[in-house]
């Protein structure tokens, strides 16, 4: 197996944890055909790199080939372990970004985080043919299976599991309401923004294209889809850094989505 460069400061990313203002929401009922087992997902795989997709200048999909993946559901992740020669392990949480009919592929979409261990073996060594390890899928908390309007909000790489989302939404022709505002720095940091459709609704903080506004989201993003919910309300899903997450769910509560109706993933 390829692996990272060992380094004694690194350690695995820690678990999400929800914001100390979250209430839990209840559990979805999951859908048998792509209701996923626990064993399956307690056990590591080989994961064999197939194609590299570059997304943006510091982003790509790495896709990988799983033959007893067990499935997932969209807005799961995974973990993902490397393992030197000397034995020496670096092991990290990354979002599913493909949608769960990808049966035997998965698709990771990675940030070159600068200094990263993982990130950057990825981004500077990993070829096709590459074998890595892979447990999961883990956390069914930031999972949509379809069942019910959702109201994604994301940034950066945060953007990943939301396209799980939208992908599976496209894949299985749902009629339930979907909408994903995301935030980039830039249109050519827009992850995905090739395939981005009439669902998305971009906020570029620091370029923007001709005649659109550069800033933060804000209020004005959120609050007219707030002002006509869909039939049952909307499912809140945010993911991104932990200034994100917060900024983000506050302007959520603040245009009058219900606190225990908000689902929060921080990459940290
Ligand atoms: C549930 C979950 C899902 C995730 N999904 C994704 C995903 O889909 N795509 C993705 O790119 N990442 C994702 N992450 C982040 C990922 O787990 C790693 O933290 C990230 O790839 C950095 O790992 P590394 O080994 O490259 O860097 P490390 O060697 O761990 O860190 C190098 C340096 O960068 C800093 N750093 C670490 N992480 C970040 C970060 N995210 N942003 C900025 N600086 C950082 C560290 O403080 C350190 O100084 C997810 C995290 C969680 C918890």
Redesign the pocket.
Known sequence: MTA?TP?P???P????APSPSFTPPTRFAVPGRIAVGDQAAAVWQTATLTEVRRETPY?STFRFAVPHWPGHLPGQ?LMLRLTAEDGYV?Q??????SAPDDSGHIE???????????????HTVAEPGDEVEVRGP??GF?AWPGDRPALLVGA???V??LMSMVRHHRARDLDVPLRLLVSARSPEELIYARELGAETTPVFTRKAPEGVAVGRMAAAHVAPLLAEPPEGGWEAYV?G?NAFAEHASRLLVEAGQPVDRIRI????
Do not use: K, N, Q
């Not at 990771?108 to 990825?122: M, R, Y």
């Not at 993933?265 to 940290?268: A, L, V």
């Open positions: 990272a380094s400061a690194a350690t990313s820690p678990a999400t982003a992740h670096a990290r949480h990354y979002s599913i970004a990771l979409t990675l940030d070159h985080v600068e200094g990263g261990e993982v990130s950057g073996w990825f883990v956390s930031f950066g790489s945060g990943v599991p993911c850094s993933e921080r990459f940290g």
